[in-house]
């Protein structure tokens, strides 16, 4: 369906997608299958957010390469997978859960760290397996429990979009997001800064997602080709 097969990966690509894009908005150059080359071509144009989907891979790229990148994880996290990021990880976008929450918080004591977070909400009309709905995102945000964990630091939200060429579609989905981001920060967090992030957007929809309010984009094949698998 879409396909980047004309993106031709090169320093004066990657330069002028990066420089295509609002200077307020986050670009996390999604680098999972691709090779620790191919990032350090997109390092060293100056770009240091980049994100991995799966936490064996994202571990093993942060030991080779240089200690300025900025992590992210963007894939979903189990439990007890934690402990292997918690260290460095920048920024998990893909809490789904209260136990997930309480699990980063306990490794982030133990790294003497703050660690940021997302929480994934499902906007999807397909059937995919991650993210909160409305319901269960105000839950967690209601419970006293969130309030004994001094070592997350809540962000935003995240959210992936139906995979369709129905751009009116996909634009609704943003648009039912950014409101519920604009809920939850007002209605839980008293309309502070610290609670600022929407991560929408990847390499099809990201444009629109900007335009709905996204301060995030999570952008793979357009910036560095197509992937062979995943
Ligand atoms: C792979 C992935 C992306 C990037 O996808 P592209 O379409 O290649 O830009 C963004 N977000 C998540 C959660 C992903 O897994």
Known sequence: MR???????????IKSFLASVPK????????????VEDILTVYDTGHKIFGENRVQELTGKFEILPRDIEWHLIGHLQSNKVKHIAHFVHLIHSVDSMKLLVAI???????????DVLFQVYIAREETKFGLDKQELVEILSSPEIHTLENVRIRGL?????????????????????????????????????????SMGMSGDYKIAIEEGATIIRVGSLLFGERNYL
């Open 3 to 13: 396909k980047y097969s004309g993106v031709k990966f090169s320093e004066n690509h």
């Open 24 to 35: 307020e908005v986050k670009v996390v150059a999604v680098s999972k299958t691709k090779p």
């Open 105 to 115: 918080n306990h490794e982030a004591v133990k790294a003497k760290r703050i660690i």
């Open 158 to 198: 995240m959210g992936i979009a139906t995979f369709t060429e129905d751009m009116s579609q996909i634009r609704s989905e943003f648009g039912t997001l950014k409101k519920l981001f604009d809920f939850c920060k007002q209605n839980f967090f008293g309309n502070s800064d610290t609670f600022s992030e929407l």
